[in-house]
Structure formats: C-alpha cells, structure tokens
C-alpha cells in the first residue's frame, strides 16, 4: 500500500493513488497507466513539427488521454486547441483552464446544448451539425446566454457515422448557420475516420483521397454562394500526412499519437513497415500473482484495466512472453521458458488507447527509472 498525504494536488486521495513522486517506477502500485515522460515528449514535437512543416494547424483529440495536463503540454508546443467528443468531457477541459475547444460531435439534446453554450461563457467553442433543425436549437441556446458559437458542418466523407452528404445539403446548412443569431459559420467537419486502423498504405490513402475529393466539391460549393469555408478539420494519426498534404485540410485532429497503441502499430508505411514516426509512451504496468504453471504466468491486470476491443495487449521489451488471455481481474501470460517470477513487473502496450484511459483516475508519469508525477485523467467517465 502506497502512504500518502491526506491530500494530494488539492484532491483528498488516502491510499487512492497508484505511486507518489519520488518513488522508484519498482514500486508503483500495479495494474496502473505509466507514462514514458520522455516518449510521449518527443511524440508531441514530431507530431506538431509535422504540422507545422506541412503548414496545417492541430488540434489535439482530448478524448484519447482525457487529461487537462497533457492537453496543456500539446498547446504549449503549438497545438491550437483540442477536440472532444462529449459536452460532460468539454466542460471538465474548460474547467481546468483550456480555452479553445471544437466539439467534433453531434450535440442534440436541449439541456446538453444549453450546457455547451454557457461554456462559451469561459471559452472560445466550436460544435459540429449535420441537420438543419440543429441550427434553430444552437442559436436559441446562444442568444439565451448572450453567446457566440462557432460551427462546423460535419460532411459523411466515408466514415459512415454523422454528416450529411457533400454538395447541395452542407450549402443549405451553412446558409441558416450564417442567418442564425448567435453563430458563426467556420468551417468543415470531414473526419474520415474508417481510415484511421487500415494497414494498407495504398488503401488507406485511397480512402484519404476520396474524402478530399468530397471536401473540395463541397467548399467549392460554398464559393459559387460566396461563403468563406476558412477550416476544414478532420485528419487522424493514421492518415495525417494525407489531410496534411492535400492543400485543402487546414486542421488535424490527431490523437492517439501522443501514447501510441498496438493496434496503431500495425498501420503500415509506403514501405510495407509500421509506422515508426512515435513511439509507444503509455503502458499497463501489471504485476505477476499467480506462478503455479510451468508455462504461464498470472497478472494482474484484466479487463476493468483494458479494453480489448482492438486486441489484446503486447508484451513490451521481452521476447517470449505473450498476453494470452483476459478476465475480469486476471491476465494470462504465456511463459514457456518459465523465467517469470512473483512480483515481476511487465509493460504492457494496450491494444485501444482510448477505452483504456477512460478506465483510470491517475496516470503515472517516469523519467529515469522514478516517479516524476502523478497526472490526473480529467474527464475520465464524462460521457453525457
């Protein structure tokens, strides 16, 4: 058990806290989320020295590491601001001090707009629409609260989720943004998002290009009306060089970049290789429990500390040894030279990053072998 003071970066916290600074990372307190402090830094300079070269804004998806502190880190390197996909996770970001924030999202239900207008009390707020019966709900909701919203029309560029479909329609939607008292018509919302996990490199900027093509009918569309269409954001960490590089994106919407997950790994380059641009900064620390099989070991991290909807975790840094298996509070681990013993610590790099921060209170932060400092996951479980 971890002693700890009463309180904590104002939080009163008992034990409920994975390590404290100081502390050797041997002693962390497992299963937790550890931070390679030193990776995820470099990650956040190539991703945003990628942007800069290709002359595009990003702004950072705050719904992978739901966390106010690594958010703060993005936009003290350059990041404009961050994305988030629920209001419940917008207001816990805004709260914490950040102050440009593009719900990427469809908000529909009355009192969640009205909630998402009064945050624009504190900051500047961007929302997505894709029906033109939301353009009525927005405005009522700003005009109450004395506010302006800006607004992004989503178009369907191939994810197959929200948005409506490029051309005539965004036209119609941008045109009642513009009449609407209390928005601002800015932009585009055209996440291509099915692209995202395609190993292929050639299907991948198939998709890519595609949904640039929709993109540039569309705003093309909005010149012959004479609307300015000066964002269109969309762009993830599997395809960013695309949106990038397309002359017609202006803004990227990468996250997951900033740990890196195994799944993401598979992505492959021009070259048929993974993609190497970062580097896996996030772990599962687990601890071995149980070593009554000749070939296997028991850890202690299981479901409730993992989603595993895009596979189970990988083994770090050792050859031989595999995650075979999870249930609730076990992970098997197969062992077949037996060199695992009780209390061995294992990395493990987690399949879906998302789900599994959204599991935490604290992620652990390492330099050097030692603690350097616990970072609360913010908005962890605001989902409404």
């Known amino acids: 058990m971890v002693s700890t003071p009463r309180f904590f970066e104002g939080r009163e916290v008992g034990y409920d806290i994975p390590a404290m600074p100081g502390m050797p990372e041997a002693d962390i307190q497992t299963p937790a989320l550890v931070i390679d402090l030193d990776a995820l830094e470099r990650n956040i300079t190539r991703m945003q020295g990628f942007a800069d070269e290709m002359g595009v804004r990003l702004r950072v998806h705050g719904k992978m590491h739901k966390s106010a502190d690594i958010a703060r880190m993005q936009i003290a390197a350059g990041a404009c601001g961050i994305c988030c996909q629920k209001v419940a996770e917008a207001e816990a970001f805004v709260r914490h001090g950040i102050t440009d924030v593009l719900l990427s999202n ?19 707020i961007a929302v997505c629409v894709d029906d033109p019966d939301a353009v009525a709900e927005l405005s009522y909701a700003a005009v109450r609260h004395g506010v302006m919203l800006d607004v992004l029309v989503e178009i369907d560029c191939g994810a197959g989720r929200c948005g409506v479909a490029c051309g005539a329609a965004v036209v119609d939607i941008a045109q009642r943004v513009i009449a609407a008292p209390g928005l601002r018509f800015v932009g585009l919302q055209a996440y291509q998002g099915g692209a995202q996990h395609v190993r292929d490199y050639a299907e991948r900027k198939a998709l890519i290009t595609e949904a640039v093509r929709q993109v540039s009918e569309t705003t093309a569309a909005l010149r012959a009306v004479g609307i300015a269409c000066k964002t269109v954001s969309g762009a993830g960490t599997g395809s960013y060089e695309f949106e990038g590089r397309s002359g017609v994106y202006t803004e990227l919407q990468c996250g997951s970049y900033a740990f890196m997950d195994a799944d993401y790994r598979q992505v492959r380059d021009r070259q048929g290789e993974p993609v190497s641009a970062f580097e896996h900064a996030l ?18 991290a299981g479901l409730k500390v993992q989603s595993v909807d895009s596979g189970l975790p990988v083994v770090f840094g050792r050859s031989g040894i595999v995650y075979a298996k999870a249930t609730d509070e076990h992970g098997v681990v197969l062992d077949p030279d037996g060199t695992l013993r009780i209390g061995d610590k294992l990395k493990l790099i987690p399949g879906h990053i998302d789900p599994t921060c959204n599991l935490h209170d604290w992620y652990v932060g390492v330099r050097g072998g030692r603690v350097e400092r616990l970072i609360p996951v913010t908005a962890r479980g605001k989902a409404w």
């Open 283 to 300: 772990f599962i620390l687990t601890s071995v429990m149980s070593r009554t099989k000749a070939d296997k070991a028991i850890v202690d």
């Open 106 to 124: 469809q908000v529909r239900d009355p009192l969640k707009i009205d909630r998402l207008a009064r945050l624009a009390n504190m900051a500047r």
